[in-house]
């Protein structure tokens, strides 16, 4: 069980916004500005797409943004796509020895 | 570009060594640290451990710690990740990534990119 919670899936339209939610069990994760959030195609290795809560890598689309409230960090997608559709995974530091966590994953579906 | 590429799909029986590598180019090999990413089959990503190329030190998760060794050969600038008696639950899909360092002691807490990844299977 991973010490991020991520919901196991959602589903949006195309043109929609659409929430993620990774939530920390434990405190010190949400102190913390080191939120990462990872797009994973399948059968591909995974892209960074926000790091430092909400910042965008130079060459990813604006349409990805990210946010974090207390142990709760959210990544949205506007304006929904059908390339889209994959795996996102959140991830952040934390002071524990393990020193990285990531979260469960949430498959997004784009009907 | 920079780019970080990894050997390929192995395939070996329990009780077997194995060592797979990860090759950086396009940066500067020692400004960075190399982190090992396992994903078994169908889960999520957890964190192995990393490395600094400069001194070789490293960091494991305690999940990881002693089942797994982690090295850098930085004349050919490669990271191994490596066991020395595999177990069918190793079976899973391995990335190695980048972590950039910052300053002397700090470092970004954020991956990219990231090694195609190397498929291990280990079956009898």
């Known amino acids: 069980q991973s010490a991020l919670t991520q919901p196991a899936s959602v589903s949006g339209s195309p043109g929609q916004s659409i929430t993620f939610s990774c939530t920390a069990a434990?405190?010190?994760?949400?102190?913390?500005?080191?939120v990462s959030w990872y797009q994973q195609h399948p059968g591909k290795a995974p892209k960074l797409i926000i790091y430092?809560?909400?910042s965008r890598p130079s060459g990813v689309s604006n349409r990805f943004s990210g946010s974090k409230s207390g142990n709760t960090a959210s990544l949205t997608i506007s304006g929904l796509q059908a390339e889209d559709e994959a795996e996102y995974f959140c991830?952040?530091?934390?002071?524990?020895?393990?020193?990285?966590?990531f979260g469960g994953g949430t498959i997004l579906s784009v009907l | 570009e920079v780019q970080l590429v990894q050997s390929g799909a192995e395939v070996k029986k329990p009780g077997e060594s194995l060592r797979i590598s990860c090759k950086g180019s396009?940066?500067?090999?020692?400004?960075?640290?190399i982190n090992w990413v396992r994903q078994m089959p169908g889960k999520g990503l957890e964190w192995m451990g990393r490395i600094d190329p400069v001194d070789s030190y490293t960091d494991y998760s305690p999940s990881f710690r002693g089942h797994v060794t982690i090295s850098t050969d930085t004349s050919i600038t490669t990271a191994y990740l490596q066991w020395g008696s595999l177990k069918a639950s190793d079976t899973a899909m391995y990335y190695c990534?980048?972590?950039?360092?910052?300053?002397?002691?700090?470092?970004?807490?954020?991956?990219?990119?990231w090694g195609q990844g190397t498929l291990v299977t280990v079956s009898s």
């Open positions: 434990s405190s010190d994760v949400g102190g913390y500005n080191y």
């Open positions: 990534t980048r972590q950039e360092k910052v300053g002397l002691t700090g470092t970004r807490w954020w991956f990219d990119p």
């Open positions: 396009g940066y500067s090999f020692t400004t960075y640290w």
């Open positions: 430092d809560v909400n």
């Open positions: 991830s952040s530091h934390t002071s524990a020895s393990t020193l990285v966590l």
